[in-house]
């Protein structure tokens, strides 16, 4: 597996990702937790969301990047995060790792990627949220697991 800074030719492959990482969360747990009605309110068009917002993760220009990870000339996973140099704060704004690739350090090795990258731009501290349902226990676990602390609310701040 490598790691390389996002290329516009990945976009594609990242949107199909993404919708295919939380697709099951969107279909399968937040529409069963809320009902049909506030699914659609809230996510009706949560693919097209995606489609819509991943496309601007990358933004050097506003302190916004991508990394993604490939195997064999397949991209299986990719973090994006943002920094905010005044206040010295890094997110996590999404990591996303291909179902057949998940338990083998792909997400493990992007976020020590990002949060490298982070310390570089003199970021302190790193926030990554998650949800707090069954869905996102592993995401929770594996937060845990870099030495991120779980406030109340499910998001991971961790001192850099």
């Known amino acids: 597996m490598e790691l390389r800074p996002f290329e516009q030719g990945d976009l594609e492959e990242i949107v199909q990702l993404t919708i295919d990482t939380f697709g099951p969360f969107y279909e399968g747990s937040f529409r069963g937790l809320v009902g049909d009605r506030i699914f659609v309110h809230q996510h009706g068009d949560w693919a097209g969301d995606y489609r819509r917002t991943v496309p601007g993760l990358h933004a050097p220009r506003d302190n916004k990047f991508v990394v993604v990870a490939e195997d064999s000339g397949r991209i299986v996973g990719y973090v994006a995060w943002a920094v905010e140099p005044v206040t010295k704060h890094g ?70």
């Open 91 to 160: 997110s996590v704004e999404l990591l996303a790792v291909l179902g057949d690739s998940r338990r083998e350090h792909v997400g493990r090795s992007l976020c020590e990627a990002a949060f490298a990258e982070m310390r570089a731009a003199g970021v302190e501290v790193v926030e990554i949220g998650t949800g707090g349902d069954e869905f996102h226990a592993p995401a929770r676990a594996f937060y845990e697991s870099l030495g991120l602390i779980k406030v109340p609310v499910a998001v991971y701040f961790g001192v850099l």
